[in-house]
């Protein structure tokens, strides 16, 4: 799936993808997706709101199907999950350094909400902003997928979490309403404002716009840390006087970085420190359906395409009662 015209969402349909079943090079790894991400990254592309051009499908959970020249980490046959370019289909490649394996117990599905929540938020928070313990930190939209994940990156950091979202999804974010203000209007900055006696944050985490930007910049305090996530609006460095900017793409971590990091929230889910978002799921020829959904805001945590199964005449059937009359027709059919 993918966009031939960006421009709206009605374009989202059925593209050619040769380059994932072509000859794997050095370090490259070929997927079999069963569940792939959807992210608001994905529906500005779609909508042709995000610069340069992108394949959508940025993340996925699967099984490898095909390993390059040295590839070490993972073999045929290993469920994963990580980063692809254009993984909303039956097939993605990518770079082995960008996938690990799927924790025990976890569904493809629920394996697919994670790496770029939660990796976008644990490069922001921890490389990018340094947060430390007793830190007041502001998030942005913390009902949505990168939202959620940084509320636990932030807690475990030891940080205070201050959150904005429309208040009929405050119950889903994990945070207490004293900590919580709308995200339909800049009235947060007033409302926090107030909350912290006058005082202000450390640390943004905005995907907003417009006077979104100049309102949560004011909440903070002297040397404070603006840390922008979105595409809608950047601003040039020092045009928020008295802070640092800096706006990011996780692509700029690199595969090694960006390894590591996933290794490390794995391991932070394995302890119990982190939990999964709630997701809504898509089947991939619902995904018009799916990018107007997150486009309008109506999700909460991650919305997931799930791929439907092809037969694999390589894996291996159990007939019962295969000598009886429809057993065996059975049988002669799958041979």
Not at 163 to 189: C, I, M, N, Q
Not at 231 to 246: N, Q, T, W
């Amino acid at each position: 799936m993918g966009v031939s015209v960006r421009g709206a969402v009605e374009n989202v349909g059925l593209v050619g993808a040769d380059d994932v079943v072509g000859v794997l090079g050095r370090g490259e790894v070929r997927v079999a997706v069963r569940a792939a991400g959807v992210n608001f990254r994905d529906v500005l592309n779609v909508l042709g709101m995000y610069p340069g051009e992108v394949l959508v499908g940025g993340e996925a959970a699967g099984v490898v199907v095909e390993v390059g020249p040295g590839v070490s980490r993972c073999g045929v046959g290993d469920r994963v999950l990580g980063f692809f370019g254009g993984a909303m289909g039956p097939l993605a490649v990518t770079d082995e350094r960008l996938v690990a394996p799927v924790p025990a117990g976890w569904s493809f599905v629920e394996a697919a909400s994670v790496p770029i929540a939660f990796a976008t938020a644990y490069y922001a928070l921890v490389d990018l902003a340094g947060v430390g313990a007793g830190e007041r930190v502001l998030v942005h939209a913390v009902a949505g997928g990168v939202g959620m994940a940084a509320v636990q990156v932030a807690g475990y950091l030891g940080a205070e979490v201050f959150g904005t979202a429309s208040p009929g999804k405050w119950g889903v974010t994990g945070l207490g309403v004293e900590r919580l203000a709308s995200s339909r209007d800049v009235s947060f900055e007033g409302v926090f404002r107030e909350r912290l006696g006058g005082g202000g944050v450390d640390v943004v985490l905005n995907a907003l716009a417009g006077e979104f930007v100049d309102a949560s910049a004011r909440l903070l305090v002297p040397g404070g840390r603006f840390v922008e996530m979105g595409k809608a609006d950047v601003r040039d460095e020092g045009s928020l006087p008295g802070c640092v900017y800096r706006a990011f793409d996780l692509g700029e971590a690199g595969p090694e970085r960006i390894g590591e990091i996933l290794g490390e929230v794995l391991e932070l889910f394995a302890r119990g420190v982190f939990r999964l978002p709630p997701v809504r799921v898509f089947d991939v020829r619902r995904a018009g359906d799916a990018f107007r959904f997150v486009s309008q805001a109506r999700h909460v945590g991650k919305v997931v395409l799930s791929m439907p199964r092809e037969w694999d005449a390589g894996g291996t059937v159990l007939v019962t009662g295969g000598t009886g009359a429809l057993g065996a027709l059975t049988a002669r059919h799958l041979v």
